[in-house]
């Protein structure tokens, strides 16, 4: 079993910057997939970004060019620049095991462990 555990969320101006973090602890050996996801109040969970074999990196359109994913180890982050109003939202880490890279891990599907999530907002 994985734990997940998120931190670094928290208020900022729009244009600020906020960096997320993700502990992993328990048997994380399986688990070659880590993500970024979020839930704004009334909408879907939306996958933000993905990074598989710790490599190679998927963002979702509206974050490209401003987030960056990245992973050592068992912690993953999520350095959010230029943040805007519509990046508030609760924010998830999520890890699972995939056979291939590919957008489609900006899908919920293909995780199965969460965390509880950290809130950023962004007036």
């Known amino acids: 079993h994985v734990q997940l555990v998120e931190s670094g969320g928290g208020s900022v101006p729009a244009g600020g910057s906020l960096r997320l973090s993700c502990e992993a602890s328990?048997?994380?050996?399986?688990?070659?997939?880590m993500g970024w996801f979020r839930q704004a109040p009334g909408k879907e969970r939306q996958g933000v970004a993905a990074i598989f074999d710790s490599m190679i990196t998927y963002y979702t359109d509206s974050v490209k060019g401003r987030f960056t994913i990245s992973q050592d180890n068992a912690k993953l982050y999520l350095q959010m620049n230029d943040l805007k109003p519509e990046d508030t939202a609760m924010y998830y880490c999520?890890?699972?095991?995939?056979?291939?890279?590919?957008?489609?891990?900006?899908?919920?599907?293909?995780?199965?462990?969460w965390g509880q999530g950290t809130q950023v907002t962004v007036s």
């Open positions: 999520a890890a699972g095991m995939n056979v291939a890279a590919g957008r489609y891990l900006l899908q919920e599907s293909q995780f199965y462990y």
């Open positions: 328990g048997d994380t050996s399986h688990d070659n997939t």
